[in-house]
């Protein structure tokens, strides 16, 4: 039968330390092998399918060993509106991108260099899977994506511009954005970003393991060492 929810296709971990003044954004590969109770051993992808959010929930505080305290899921069309709200976002594109999935609907041609993509660009570019170390480079590529576009909701411009189209803005929330945020903790959030020096203080990591087979087995020890200091 059909599944009735879908996999996670990108999972990022936002530790948010205010008392610090820095921010790490935790890639989790989208093939990190573990143990989903009742299923045996499984790509973390497939929580979702089998349990929801909550099931997700469960197996990243057990991984990273903090809480997660909110949620914000987004599905591929809010991510391509939300991009072409903030008006594109720019990127240096690292090579050739050409890849055509008929029955996913997915079809990525971007050629190398920098430039401003719009949302289907965007999410072709943060999709391409199409390197040697497959999943792992396409984490590193969508952290960068997400560090160009906090660079560019902080500028005044893309404020004016998402401001100006506000109706739009809200109807993308509440059609296409899943979240359990509430409305002043985004604006809390926002002026935290908003005077945050990003070169400085967003630190972006993968979660460290190594290849078996089709997957990415975790290696606790060396998680535990890169997420102490958020703790």
Do not use: C
Request: hydrophobic fraction near 40%; charged fraction near 25%.
């Amino acid at each position: 039968g059909e599944l009735e929810l879908p996999r996670t296709d990108t999972m990022l971990f936002l530790a948010v330390r205010p008392d610090q003044g820095r921010v790490g954004l935790f890639s989790i590969p989208r093939d990190s092998l573990v143990e989903i109770p009742g299923f045996g051993m499984e790509r973390i992808n497939m929580a979702h399918v089998y349990g929801g959010y909550d099931l997700t929930k469960d197996l990243v505080e057990k991984i990273m060993e903090m809480p997660v305290d909110r949620y914000l899921m987004l599905n591929f069309q809010s991510f391509e509106e939300i991009v072409d709200l903030v008006g594109g976002v720019e990127v240096t594109v690292d090579k050739r991108m050409l890849y055509e999935d008929q029955a996913a609907g997915l079809r990525i041609d971007l050629q190398p260099g920098r430039q401003t993509l719009k949302g289907d660009q965007a999410l072709g570019y943060v999709r391409y899977r199409r390197d040697p170390l497959g999943d792992i480079t396409r984490t590193q590529r969508q952290q960068q994506f997400m560090a160009a576009l906090v660079r560019k909701l902080k500028e005044g411009a893309t404020i004016r511009r998402v401001l100006a189209n506000l109706p739009k803005a809200l109807a993308i929330g509440n059609e296409y954005v899943r979240t359990d945020l509430e409305i002043i903790e985004l604006a809390g959030l926002y002026l935290f970003f908003k005077d945050l020096d990003l070169q400085e203080n967003l630190h972006t990591f993968t979660l460290p393991g190594e290849f078996s087979g089709p997957y990415w087995r975790l290696l606790p020890r060396e998680i535990e060492h890169l997420t102490t200091s958020y703790r």
